[in-house]
């Protein structure tokens, strides 16, 4: 059985960075798409960073909101995908969650719905 155990997440101010980590476990993590989501409250869960299982490192989108400050990154020798965030911004206060599906194409997905496995999240909360 897959499990995602996220860590990583603090309380930092604004202008910060942070570093949270996903590893995987019960299936090898190259077989899988990951994705970061956040959920902040009273607020849907969105989409923040993919990254797909292309050779060599994978292939990287992110949410206009964060792109050019967070970045996303596996290692599939270690069955774990990890999400830089940095110039943090109080807005990006939310619980992170890491999610993968099994991919054949390497085509990233976008949706809450489409992910099979989830972690149980990790609370970023940024001050200002």
């Known amino acids: 059985q897959v499990q995602l155990v996220e860590s990583g997440g603090g309380v930092v101010q604004a202008g910060d960075s942070l570093r949270v980590s996903c590893v995987a476990s019960g299936d090898p993590l190259s077989d899988y798409n990951v994705a970061w989501f956040r959920q902040a409250p009273g607020k849907d869960r969105e989409f923040v960073a993919g990254?797909?299982?292309?050779?060599?490192?994978?292939?990287?989108d992110y949410a206009d909101s964060v792109k050019f400050r967070f970045t996303n990154s596996r290692d599939n020798d270690k069955n774990t995908a990890l999400l830089q965030m940095d110039s943090l911004k109080v807005e990006d206060t939310a619980v992170y969650y890491c999610?993968?599906?099994?991919?054949?194409?390497?085509?990233?997905?976008?949706?809450?719905?489409?992910?099979?496995?989830w972690g149980q999240g990790t609370q970023v909360t940024v001050s200002s």
């Open positions: 999610a993968e599906h099994v991919s054949l194409s390497g085509v990233l997905r976008y949706t809450t719905s489409a992910y099979d496995y």
């Open positions: 990254i797909t299982i292309n050779k060599p490192g994978g292939n990287s």
